[in-house]
Nanobody
């Protein structure tokens, strides 16, 4: 059973930066793809970014391209979402997710999810 715990959320003014962290535990190897999602009140969950164990980040939502980067530390079983030039529309609960099947990741069908960390961007 994979457990994921997010941290790093908070309140920031527009134009600011935050780095979200996702600590993973409970799995024996590092062959997991990781994703970040967000959900704002009244809106559907949105896939934000994805990274594979070889460190290649292959997906960013159009709304965050050029502003967000995703990285991971396989040895520490951590994933990160660096967010810059934040906008009020980035306000949401951010979740990390993991799966050992890369096809599931590509379809945004992750088997393990964290509880989320809130990001609030004020104008």
């Amino acid at each position: 059973q994979v457990q994921l715990v997010e941290s790093g959320g908070g309140s920031v003014q527009a134009g600011g930066s935050l780095r979200l962290s996702c600590a993973a535990s409970g799995y024996r190897n590092t062959g997991y793809c990781m994703g970040w999602f967000r959900q704002a009140p009244g809106k559907e969950r949105e896939a934000v970014a994805r990274i594979y164990p070889n460190g290649r980040s292959t997906y960013f939502a159009d709304s965050v391209k050029g502003r967000f980067t995703i990285s991971q530390d396989n040895a520490r079983k951590m994933a990160y979402l660096q967010m810059a030039s934040l906008k009020p529309e980035d306000t949401a609960m951010y979740y990390c997710a993991a799966d050992s099947t890369f096809g599931n990741c590509a379809r945004n069908e992750y088997s393990s999810w964290g509880q989320g960390t809130q990001v609030t961007v004020s104008s």
